[in-house]
């Protein structure tokens, strides 16, 4: 439902497809419009590189902001 929504079962056996898509077209465009008034943005946005690196032979925690 939002820009980059996250996928959520739902049964086709108890929920009327159309209905349910148009609800969360009109969601997401009242949430645009939201987040645009406001100059907000989504945080799906920035994905965050790994933690881990190999070091030594080993896995280890890394800072994943720490410039590379």
């Known amino acids: ?15 009327n497809g ?17 987040n ?3 100059n ?3 945080n799906c946005m920035v994905v ?3 933690g881990v690196a190999c070091r030594a032979g080993t896995c280890q925690a890394v800072d994943a902001t720490a410039p590379r």
Request: proline share 10%; aromatic share 4%.
């Open 36 to 38: 645009k008034r406001s």
């Open 48 to 50: 965050a590189p790994p």
């Open 1 to 15: 439902m939002a820009a980059r929504p996250a996928t959520c079962p739902w049964s086709s056996a108890q929920t």
């Open 18 to 34: 159309a209905e349910l898509q148009a609800l969360a077209d009109r969601y997401r465009d009242e949430q645009h419009a939201s």
């Open 40 to 42: 907000m943005i989504s």
